[in-house]
C-alpha cells in the first residue's frame, strides 16, 4: 500500500501565495513520477505540474511563471508554491504518484485533496 498525506491548502487573496506538500509513504520501491492536479468546481480535474524521477518538470499552460513544482526523493516529498493566485486558480488540488512498489508492481495514487480558495 502506498498513501499520499497532503497539506497546505485554504484561503488566500487574490495575489498572495500559498505553498502545498504532498508526503509518499508505504511500500514504495521507486517513486517515478510526482505531480498535482486540481478540480474546480464544476469542472474536471487537470493536470498542475509534475516533477520525474529524473528531473523534468511539466506545467500546465495557465500556471507557468506563477507555480512551481520541487522535489525531495529522499524525503518522498513534493511541494508546489503558487504565487500571484488568482480567483480562477480556486480548486480541490490533488497530489498524484507514481511508480513501482516493493512488490515490484506498478502504483498511481492519489491524495485526498486540499482546497484552495482565492478570494477577497
Known amino acids: 500500500q502506498v498513501q499520499l498525506v497532503e497539506s497546505g491548502g485554504g484561503l488566500v487573496q487574490p495575489g498572495g501565495s500559498l505553498r502545498l506538500s504532498c508526503a509518499a509513504s508505504?511500500?514504495?520501491?521507486?517513486?517515478?513520477?510526482m505531480g498535482w492536479y486540481r478540480q474546480p468546481p464544476g469542472k474536471q480535474r487537470e493536470l498542475v505540474a509534475d516533477y520525474t524521477s529524473v528531473g523534468t518538470t511539466n506545467y500546465a499552460d495557465s500556471v507557468k511563471g506563477r507555480f512551481t513544482i520541487s522535489r525531495d526523493n529522499v524525503k518522498r516529498t513534493a511541494w508546489l508554491q503558487m504565487n500571484s493566485l488568482k480567483p480562477e486558480d480556486t480548486a480541490v488540488y490533488y497530489c498524484?504518484?507514481?511508480?513501482?512498489?516493493?512488490?515490484?508492481?506498478?502504483?498511481?495514487?492519489w491524495g485526498q485533496g486540499t482546497l484552495v480558495t482565492v478570494s477577497s
Open positions: 498524484n504518484a507514481k511508480g513501482t512498489s516493493t512488490l515490484i508492481e506498478n502504483f498511481e495514487v
Open positions: 508505504g511500500r514504495i520501491f521507486r517513486l517515478n513520477v
